[in-house]
Structures are given as structure tokens and as C-alpha cells.
């Protein structure tokens, strides 16, 4: 069990980076609690499985150091680092009984066997793979093996983070829900550091107590579920997380307040622009977002019905919002006002809110 | 359900092919055996002998003897090829420019043609002008092929070493690369040593492509004829004489085709059996 501590950690693939672009993870300093589920989300190829390589200690950071604790484990290698990681595709090895899989771990680190028996049994039934424990581990379907795998990791008392890289992509859609339930138990239960990485949003929230978006090799915001929805760091939050994403409208900024292609709106305080800023946009989600009598005036292009409630496509001089409205609010025809919730209207300058 | 509809005309599809194995497989195989079951003294005169062709060879000390030799051969060859081909494969480089290079290299015995092989092997090896016979016996060594057995059979294995473990290598190259990185990574992260690595991971993947290996290097060295051939013609004496030179010796040279026909027989009858063996043996294990 320990805190880990990512200090100025920056890595490249290729030998001597010399634009922004060669490096994997740009810079990140970074601090997990210990006992804490954490998502780690981000689109594919922003540098996730990277960052999860290097707290790992199977790739080497270019620069910066990892901390467990206070121990300095940059150059220590994956075996002594104490942690566990759960890959993509489950590895399983395949000649060897779900036992074996299960003490392999611990033989490798001469654990006497009678030690063995007792926490290779008590690991099977948290994972209620007891009933197998004999069988050939390549006889088991995908999730078994993922579990397996899973379990090589618990099995070790002292390990210090559990990582998942994208464990569910090749299990079945029904299965997927039962396993990430059974993650969440486990975490509970054991209460060790655990570290999800995910391209799914809905993964990462059921899962995370609190989710580190990932954005092009930086991390741009760590925040619970519901700071990632209300008050997003970076338009990239914004529209990566939510379904729809966020309206990102360009505006000025005028007396304190922003205007949008003339129509000024209010936000919860008057902001102040940074100097040096190019792009001032507001962000609004579509929930937030809601048909008045007067406001924002718009025409109405495109309403999608998706069961409890429909979103609606409106524009306003070309410029698209989306909202999202309960299915029993009548929507105006053709044409309408709209009116933005005050506090949920966030400013942003070259994409980092302003508050 | 899905309602199959019959429809024999269908038959004639694959009539193409039958007819194709029929010409080069099955009436040359039918003849070999009309030819054991009878005795002729020329003209196209035939009379029915039955199975005494087979009970004269089961019970020939000559037809003991080269089969002794066939097994041994195949025997150590494989135990020599296999875990070299092995060893050669886990050392190659795992990308990179030199992987090409590499497999180039591996690749080249296998395409030169197994009488040049001999040829080759012949010359190279002469005691008094060949470069590693004139080495060995430069180093102190007593050794000419030509005329002691046991410098026969060591220019032979040695031969057969060098035309085929790169067949190994390939194959056993080609399993290691289908390994995921991730079992390396697990493996780190569970602590096993580099055993431990070969033994649980390396291996079981390289299994089916290892059968494949050994199936053939068994098949074509209990069948070896060509290379023997041109590097020794059989000798000194018989020591080098394996079942097939044996069987060409009998069929064309003394000209028994009924003894012959006879030997062919029983001799595809061991290759066919013990491939059975071999793969149910190595395969025994996966349907578990």
C-alpha cells in the first residue's frame, strides 16, 4: 500500500524529441491517493497505457521520477516495485492449472507452500473461481482468464497499486457488467491503490472515485464524476465526456460578461480575461440548456427521440446547440428562445475555463 | 433449422481432383503393390506369390539393419535440430533491420537443391583437398569419410544439421513472434525468471509450430535419400546405407521389383505409423 507520486514525469519514443508532438506524456504531476479508484480516461493514443507502463516500471520515463510513497522507484524494476497489472487480452499461462496461475506470483518469490495453499484458496473465492482451481487455465473462457489474471495480481498481500489496461474490451457485453460490479467489491474489500484505464466513460465513472482525464500526453482535469460534468477544466472534458458533448460557443468578452454573436449571457461571475488569449468560447452542456418565452432566439433543425428524453438540435445564425429536454416538455415549432442555466455556463480561454 | 438440399451432381466438382490424385498418387501406390504380391523373371510374366515378399523382408537381416540405420539417423538428427532451431530462433533479433538479414541467411540452405547440398558436403569435406577435411585432420584428427564409418555418419548428421535446423529456426522464429507482448510484461510483474519465461511461455506457444517441425524433419529424414547419396552413395561398406538408398539398391539395382514393392510397403507403412505417433503424442494435450 502506498501513495504514488508522478514528479515532472516526461516521456518520449523517440531518441531526441524536439517538437511538442515526440513526446508520449508531456509533463505530469500527478499524486494517487493511496486506497483510491481512479479511472484513468482519455481517447486512444493520448498516452494512458504509457503512463501506466512507466508507474509500472516497465518503460523508463525520459525525464521526472515515481514515488511510492516516499521511496524513489524510478529505476527499480516491475518485479520489485510491487504492483500488479491486468492487461488488454488476459494472459493466462496456458499449460499451467488455474492454481499454479494463481501461486505462480508467490513461487517466484519462494513463499513457503503451506502460505501459498491458504492465499491462493482465499484469492479463488473472492474471485469464485474455486470451482476450477484444477483446470487447465487454457480451457477458460475470456473472462475466467481475466479473472485470472486479475487474480495473479491480488494474490500478493503487498501490492501497492493494481493497474487495469482496458481489461474488458474482449469480454462479452453481458459479462462485462458482473465483472466491473465484482471490481468495484473487490476494491472495497481489499482497498488497494487501483488504476483503471479506459476509453469508455461509462467504465470509468461507474468504476472511479475519481477519473483522471487524459488529453494528448497531459492530463487536463482529475476530478469526482460529478466535477467532470458540472464544471469541466478543459473543453476537451467537456465534449469527451457527457452524450452528447458540451456546446462550445465562441464569444467576446464584454463588461465582465460574455457575448455571443451579440446576445450577452449570463454566467455566475463576471470574468476577466487573461492576457494574451486568443479564443474565449462558453460551454454550456445540453441539460443545462432549456426553451423559454425570451432569450437566445433559434431555429429548430432536429429533434431526437431517445426513450426518457430527446435532444434537440437548434441554430442560432448557423451556429449549432444542442439541449436536452425531458420527453414531456413541449418543444416550440420552427423556431424559439433558448436560456442557459447561470451556473452551469462556464467560459473558457484557448480551451482552460476561467473561473 | 436449416433444410441441407442434396444434390449429387454435385459430385462431379471435385471430380477434377480425383481424377489428379488418381494419376499421381493412387495408380502409382496400386501398382506397388500389384508389383508385391507377384513374382516376374521379365516378358510381362507374372505368377501370384501372396505375402512371401513381405515375410522375406520382415525376416531380412539386410532390411533390420538399414532400418537400425534409418532410426538412429533420424533419431539424432532430431535431437540435434530441434533445440538448435530452438536456441538460433530464441537468439535472433526481434525487430529491427538485422531481423531480415537474419531470416535471409536462415533461409538459404533450404533453397539450394539437395543434390548440390551433397556435392557440396563432398568436396568440402575431402580429407586432402576439401577445407574442413583438411582442417579436421590439420587439428590432428584421423578423418576421411570415405573410408571410416563413424567420419561418414558425423559428415552426414553434420550435413543434415546444417541444410534443415533452419527450417526449425523459421518455424520456431515465426511461433516466438506471435507472442503479445503483454505475457512478457505479465511475467516480469509476477517475477519469473527467464526459465521460467521459456518453459511457460516461449514453449507452449511454440508448441503446434514445434509438432509441425518435428513431423517434418521426421518425415524427410527417414526418407533421406538424395544428400547420402552424392556425399557417401551408402559406404564405407553399408554404414551409411539408410532405408531408402537400400530400397533403390534392391528395385533398380538387382532389379527385385516384388522384394521392392514389397520393402516400399511396409516402409511407408513406419512413416505413416510413427507421424501418427508422433502427433497424437504432442498433440495429447490440447483437447484437454
Known amino acids: ?42 481517447p486512444s493514443g493520448c498516452g494512458k497505457t504509457t503512463l501506466l507502463n512507466v508507474i509500472s516500471g516497465l518503460l523508463q520515463p525520459s ?44 513461487r517466484n518469490r519462494r513463499v513457503p507452500e503451506d502460505q501459498v495453499k491458504t492465499r491462493v484458496h482465499e484469492i479463488a473465492s473472492m474471485l469464485e473461481l474455486e470451482g476450477v482451481l484444477g483446470n487447465r487455465a487454457s480451457g477458460l473462457t475470456a473472462d475466467g482468464k481475466q479473472k485470472i489474471s486479475l ?81 469541466p477544466k478543459h473543453t476537451f472534458v467537456g465534449h469527451f465526456i457527457g452524450s452528447p458533448g458540451m456546446n462550445l460557443l465562441p464569444c467576446e468578452i464584454v463588461d ?21 488569449a486568443e479564443r474565449m468560447e462558453i460551454g454550456v452542456r445540453p441539460e443545462f440548456v432549456s ?34 429536454t425531458p420527453e414531456d416538455t413541449p418543444i416550440p415549432e420552427d423556431k424559439g428562445h433558448l436560456v442557459f442555466e447561470r451556473d452551469k455556463t462556464n467560459v473558457y480561454a484557448d480551451g482552460w475555463i476561467l473561473s | 433449422m436449416i433444410d441441407k438440399t442434396t444434390n449429387q451432381r454435385a459430385w462431379f466438382l471435385v471430380l477434377p481432383v480425383v481424377v489428379l490424385v488418381a494419376f499421381n498418387a493412387l495408380i502409382p501406390l496400386m501398382t506397388v503393390v500389384n508389383y508385391s504380391v507377384q513374382e516376374t523373371f521379365g516378358n510381362n510374366v507374372f505368377f501370384f506369390e501372396g505375402v512371401k515378399w513381405f515375410e522375406q523382408i520382415l525376416h531380412s537381416e539386410r532390411f533390420h539393419a538399414s532400418l537400425l540405420r534409418q532410426l538412429t539417423f533420424t533419431g539424432i538428427i532430431l535431437l540435434i535440430e530441434i533445440p538448435l532451431g530452438v536456441a538460433i530462433a530464441l537468439a535472433m533479433p526481434k525487430k529491427g533491420p538485422w531481423v531480415s538479414v537474419c531470416l535471409v541467411l536462415m533461409a538459404l540452405p533450404l533453397l539450394i537443391p539437395w543434390n548440390v547440398v ?80 521459456f518453459r511457460y511461455i516461449q514453449l507452449p506457444k511454440m508448441k503446434r509450430v514445434l509438432t509441425i517441425a518435428v513431423l517434418l524433419r521426421f518425415m524427410d529424414s527417414f526418407m533421406i535419400y538424395t544428400e547420402p547419396f552424392v556425399l557417401t552413395g551408402g559406404g564405407p561398406g553399408n554404414t551409411t546405407t539408410f532405408l531408402s538408398i537400400d530400397l533403390v539398391k534392391i528395385a533398380l539395382g538387382q532389379f527385385d521389383l516384388g522384394p521392392a514393392a514389397a520393402m516400399s510397403l511396409i516402409y511407408f507403412l513406419i512413416i505413416l505409423v510413427l507421424s501418427w505417433i508422433f502427433y497424437t503424442l504432442m498433440m495429447r494435450n490440447e483437447e484437454q
Request: cysteine-free; aromatic content about 10%.
Open chain 1, 256 to 276: 465582465g460578461f460574455p457575448s455571443f454573436l451579440g446576445h450577452r449571457l449570463e454566467t455566475a461571475e463576471a470574468v476577466k480575461v487573461p492576457a494574451g
Open chain 2, 118 to 197: 551433397g556435392a557440396m558436403w563432398n568436396i568440402f569435406a575431402l580429407p586432402d583437398i576439401g577445407l574442413l577435411g583438411r582442417m579436421i585432420n590439420g587439428m590432428g584428427f584421423d578423418y576421411n569419410f570415405t573410408q571410416q564409418p563413424l567420419a561418414a555418419w558425423f559428415t552426414t548428421i553434420l550435413m543434415d544439421v546444417w541444410h534443415w535446423t533452419s527450417l526449425v529456426v523459421l518455424l520456431a522464429y515465426a511461433g516466438l513472434s506471435s507472442i503479445p507482448d503483454a505475457y512478457y510484461q505479465a511475467a516480469r510483474i509476477d517475477g519469473a525468471s527467464s526459465w521460467s519465461v
Open chain 1, 63 to 106: 525525464e521526472g521520477r515515481v514515488l511510492f510513497d516516499d521511496r524513489d522507484v524510478t529505476g527499480v524494476p516491475s518485479d520489485r516495485r510491487d504492483i500488479a497489472q491486468v492487461f488488454q487480452f488476459p494472459v493466462v499461462y496456458d499449460t499451467m492449472s488455474v492454481y499454479d496461475n494463481l501461486a505462480f506470483p508467490l
Open chain 1, 151 to 231: 487474480g495473479r495480481g491480488l494474490v500478493r498481500s503487498d501490492v501497492n497499486v493494481i493497474m487495469f489496461d482496458e481489461p474488458l474490451t474482449v469480454i462479452d457485453p453481458h459479462l462485462k457488467w458482473l465483472l466491473r460490479s465484482k471490481l468495484k467489491e473487490l476494491h472495497q474489500e481489499v482497498r488497494a491503490t487501483m488504476i483503471y484505464v479506459t476509453h469508455d466513460q461509462t467504465e470509468a465513472l461507474t468504476f472511479a472515485d475519481k477519473v483522471v482525464v487524459m488529453h494528448d500526453g497531459q492530463v487536463v482535469q482529475i476530478g469526482t464524476p460529478v466535477e467532470l460534468f458540472e464544471k
Open chain 1, 291 to 324: 426553451f423559454a418565452d425570451e432569450g437566445l432566439p433559434v431555429d429548430i433543425i432536429k429533434v431526437d427521440d431517445i426513450g426518457r428524453h430527446r435532444i434537440v438540435e437548434v441554430h442560432h445564425k448557423s451556429q449549432a446547440i444542442k439541449l436536452v
Open chain 1, 1 to 42: 500500500m502506498a501513495k504514488i507520486t508522478l514528479d515532472r514525469v516526461r516521456h518520449s519514443y523517440t531518441e531526441n524529441p524536439e517538437s511538442a508532438d515526440d513526446w508520449a506524456l508531456k509533463q505530469l504531476d500527478v499524486v494517487w491517493s493511496d486506497g483510491g479508484a481512479y479511472a484513468l480516461l482519455g
